[in-house]
């Protein structure tokens, strides 16, 4: 598994944006899927977003489309998630975590097929 560890979070007000980082310990993200999730108290863990490294491919969760962009840097060691026009309903425990299945599996943002979970990051906004 991955060592990867999740940054940026923090608290806002509605309408504002944050962008958390996805970093690899000591390994690049070229092999990976990496997958941004989120739970909030009381709720199941939700997938929000999907990265394919190696070719770019994107995936998105109908409640985030529009407002996420999931991206990698140039070096492959650093996964994005920006966040735009945050809603209270965004608040959450956010974690990245990688994936090395196909992309049949990984696309569903499912936390099933996911591994080398990060310690979260909290994001929280405020109304």
């Known amino acids: 598994e991955v060592p990867i560890v999740e940054s940026g979070g923090g608290l806002v007000q509605a309408g504002e944006s944050l962008r958390l980082s996805c970093a690899a310990s000591?390994?690049?993200?070229?092999?990976?899927?990496v997958g941004w999730f989120r739970q909030a108290p009381g709720k199941e863990r939700e997938g929000v977003s999907c990265?394919?490294?190696?070719?770019?491919?994107?995936y998105y969760s109908d409640s985030v489309k529009g407002r996420f962009t999931v991206s990698s840097d140039n070096a492959r060691t650093t996964v994005y998630l920006q966040m735009d026009g945050l809603t209270p309903e965004d608040t959450a425990v956010y974690y990245c975590?990688?994936?090395?299945?196909?992309?049949?599996?990984?696309?569903?943002?499912?936390?099933?097929?996911?591994?080398?979970w990060g310690q979260g990051t909290q994001v929280t906004v405020s109304a």
């Open positions: 000591g390994f690049t993200f070229d092999d990976y899927a």
């Open positions: 975590a990688t994936s090395t299945r196909p992309s049949f599996y990984y696309s569903k943002l499912q936390a099933r097929y996911f591994g080398g």
């Open positions: 990265i394919s490294v190696s070719d770019g491919d994107t």
